[in-house]
T-cell receptor
């Protein structure tokens, strides 16, 4: 049973470019979460999605960031016009959505903005 | 506003001894707590959790204790092994109606080093 998959594992973008991060949840999981970890900090919640719905985006920056979880395919976190401060590790997690609290994390995408 | 705090950035323990990692929280609405372990360049791995209706949960070498009145929880690892060397994160969740709803609030982590 494959775990949460994220790609790419490493992504380098120049300032002003777009970054697209993908996440495939564990088999049987219908809930997806995105977290960001800045250097020397803990993980910060960004957004919580179910298929075709954004449930909670209270942690998303108001501009340049968007997320989706389409009916088919992986969840996408999109960052437009990246800036150096976007450099971080972005983790996706999934849960079965059966009322359990435990979330299972992918390996992360390390975004570097040059 | 750091609602979940891990005040010890690092901890060093000898192999075979007990490791005790601590976590404090400020939000009284948190009703579920989790511990994750993280190796460098990997995602966090779920270890153990506890509901606020309990004060202890045990799973093999790992035990989590919750003191609601003190808003404090701790993770005990006995006996500690070199493979336990990692960063440990405490996380908490609040019910949806109180503004929680599945999102986890993490502490800043404690780097555990288990020495031979």
């Amino acid at each position: 049973n494959a775990g949460v998959m994220q790609n790419p594992r490493h992504l380098v973008r120049r300032r002003g470019q777009e970054a697209r991060l993908r996440c495939s949840p564990m088999k049987g999981h219908s809930h997806v979460y995105w977290y960001r970890q800045l250097p020397e900090e803990g993980l910060k919640f960004m957004v919580y999605l179910q298929k075709e719905n954004i449930i909670d985006e209270s942690g998303m920056p108001k501009e340049r960031f968007s997320a989706e979880f389409p009916k088919e395919g992986p969840s996408i976190l999109r960052i437009q016009q990246v800036v150096r401060g976007d450099s971080a590790a972005y983790f996706c997690a999934s849960s079965p959505g059966d009322g359990t609290y435990e979330q299972y994390f992918g390996p992360g995408t390390r975004l570097t903005v040059t | 506003d750091q609602q979940v705090k891990q005040n010890s950035p690092s901890l060093s323990v000898q192999e075979g001894r007990i490791s005790i990692l601590n976590c404090d929280y400020t939000n009284s609405m948190f009703d579920y707590f989790l511990w994750y372990k993280k190796y460098p360049a990997e995602g966090p791995t779920f270890l153990i959790s506890i509901s606020s209706i309990k004060d202890k949960n045990e799973d093999g070498r790992f035990t989590v204790f919750l003191n609601k009145s003190a808003k404090h929880l701790s993770l005990h690892i006995v006996p500690s092994q070199p493979g336990d060397s990692a960063v440990y994160f405490c996380a908490a969740s609040a019910p949806k109606l109180t503004g929680g709803g599945n999102k986890l609030t993490f502490g800043t982590g404690t780097q555990l080093k288990v020495e031979l």
